[in-house]
């Protein structure tokens, strides 16, 4: 009499993945994962097969961490439900890096487009060249305005500053996931702030610009904003995953003369801010110092664009709406400042279909790739959404995306470059304060303490520590702070001298003064920010 099979899977040789019987796989019950959209015959016997061996409780074979560190991330990730094991190997650093260097290839950029196009459906889009067009993520997080990406992703990770007031969010495209940065729709410094009785008067700034790095050496993204007015200017960074809230840096910055339309370009180790005179302010991300660096010689003021090209930092500059020629500099020599003119587009010799096609508020150059016949060619982007490329010999320029005739739709053309490369990408963008805040039983500890004491005591207590900062200020503890230090108070007024910025006086103060009488305002004991 036959013998039953066993239905607990039999591995002749443990420390291989194969050979497994088909009927061995067939007996493993189908793992609980979520529904790829991109099944085949292989990706189902390759899930049934890591099944098999998760079940084992065995490290992450050879064979296995290669394949996955191939895979698009979205799909690496679901790998890492199988087992606590395999959770903690495919969110290791060294698989992340891995699978960075093994899913991107060189010389196939791939493009979010973050436009909003007459075919609008919430979505922000992915295209390579010769692929359709395909839904990224949601953009449910942009409340208002239009998303502007920085032109190049930084580890991984992609930099939105969303227009009108909108705010700034760090994005993984690959995984969908988002974080939206604190204090970044209308910054507190960017507010005009009259001084208390006792307090100097706040500095006010009236432009910034923002800038997403990453330090080597703590293997930790930075988001790094610098002020500006007249007189001076102040930098503040924000680690990402850390209990802390904007900080100042380590040094002072010079005076910079930054605009919000120009993100900082990151490359070498350096953020690099573009001034309104072109001169560039570049920022250390590990020891948080500042430095100089020169434009290239001959520069005109023509709308200058700072981005990165063929792992050189890229100078362009050219008025994007006129037929004038368009010059493209690399830095070919970063520690002596030597730039290299790469070409010069002369746009008057394009045909005149293609000189009305691409005619636009905004050009700048992605990355560089090669067409069909092997040559090698710039890519660009337009504010309308359209990518074309540019050789070096003939400037001829090749159509190589157009918005229309794809679920995009037809888009209006725009100041803002609406698209950016991007990569695959493993790696988490961050908890947010409100997390981790409560995800630390030190700080939900203090903060069912301090949530009892008046606003300006908490305000002050502020100045404690970097973790103590960011904990009042999430949002969590203030919704809390106004319930708990409101109890059993009774209520105060007071008396609002300029509605315009905020300047009021308590009742008393105001009556023993002798004011006249203005308009007033009852209000409760709240936190008040320093």
């Known amino acids: ?38 099944a085949t015959a292989a990706g189902l016997l390759l899930v049934f097969a890591a099944t098999a061996w998760s079940r084992l409780r ?60 007459s075919l ?19 953009d449910d997080f942009a409340s208002n305005g239009l998303l502007v990406p920085n032109t190049k992703p930084c580890h991984g990770l992609v930099l939105m500053r969303c227009t009108d007031h909108g705010g700034y969010f760090v994005c993984n495209p690959c995984t969908g996931a988002v974080l939206a940065l604190p204090d970044s729709k209308l910054p507190l410094k960017m507010t005009l702030r009259i001084a208390t009785r006792g307090q100097p008067e706040a500095p006010f700034f009236f432009e910034v610009a923002y800038g997403l790095g990453y330090c080597s050496i703590t293997r930790q993204h930075k988001v790094v904003r610098l002020f500006r007015n007249i007189e001076v200017s102040s930098c503040e960074v924000f680690e990402l995953d850390t209990p802390a809230y904007w900080r100042p840096t380590a040094e002072q910055p010079p005076l910079c003369h930054v605009k919000e339309q120009k993100l900082a370009v990151f490359f070498n180790g350096y953020l690099h801010f573009l001034s309104t005179d072109a001169s560039i302010t570049t920022f250390n991300t590990c020891s948080e110092t500042f430095g100089p660096l020169p434009p290239p010689t001959g520069f005109v003021n023509a709308s200058p664009v700072l981005t990165e090209l063929d792992g050189y930092l890229c100078f362009c500059y050219g008025e994007p709406d006129t037929d004038d020629p368009y010059h493209v500099f690399l830095l070919r020599d970063y520690m002596k400042g030597r730039w290299e003119k790469l070409c010069c587009i002369d746009r008057m010799a394009w045909p005149e279909s293609e ?4 005619r636009s508020l905004c050009i700048a150059p992605l990355a560089m790739y090669h067409s069909d016949d092997g040559q090698r060619k710039i890519m ?28 995009i739709g037809s888009c209006e053309d725009d100041s803002n470059l609406p698209l950016c490369l991007f990569e695959e990408y493993l790696g988490p963008v961050g908890r947010t304060i ?8 030190i700080t939900k500890a203090w903060s069912d303490i ?16 970097r973790e103590w900062r960011a904990m009042i ?6 919704h809390s702070h106004v319930i708990h230090a409101n109890l059993n108070k009774s209520p105060r007024i007071m008396v609002v001298l300029d509605p315009r910025f905020g300047h009021y006086m308590d009742l008393k103060d105001f009556v023993d003064a002798g004011v006249p009488h203005l308009v007033i305002l009852y209000v409760t004991p709240s936190l008040v920010t320093a």
């Open 380 to 407: 660009f982007g337009t504010g309308s959404c359209k990518v074309f490329g540019v050789d070096f010999d003939s400037n001829t320029p090749e159509i190589l995306f157009t918005p229309d005739g794809t679920i």
């Open 355 to 358: 000189r009305m096609l691409l």
């Open 58 to 117: 065995q490290p992450l074979p050879e064979i296995l961490t290669e394949i996955f560190a191939r895979l698009p991330a979205k799909s690496a990730a679901r790998f890492r439900c199988l087992s606590h094991e395999w959770f903690a190997t495919l969110s290791s650093d060294y698989f992340v890096d891995l699978h960075v260097r093994r899913s991107n290839r060189p010389g196939r950029p791939r493009l979010l487009l973050a436009q909003v196009g």
């Open 1 to 38: 009499m036959a013998k039953k099979p066993c239905h607990k899977p039999i591995i002749t040789h443990p420390e291989h993945l194969f050979p497994i019987s088909f009927l061995q796989i067939h007996l493993i019950p189908p793992p609980r994962l979520p529904p790829s959209p991109h």
């Open 473 to 478: 200020m999430a949002d969590c503890f203030i």
């Open 450 to 465: 301090l949530k009892w004491l008046p606003g300006r005591s908490v305000s002050e207590l502020s100045l404690v520590c």
């Open 434 to 441: 409100d997390e981790m805040v409560l995800s630390s039983p």
């Open 120 to 138: 609008y459906d919430g979505y922000i889009y992915s295209w390579k060249p010769g692929g359709p067009v395909e839904r990224l993520m949601p």
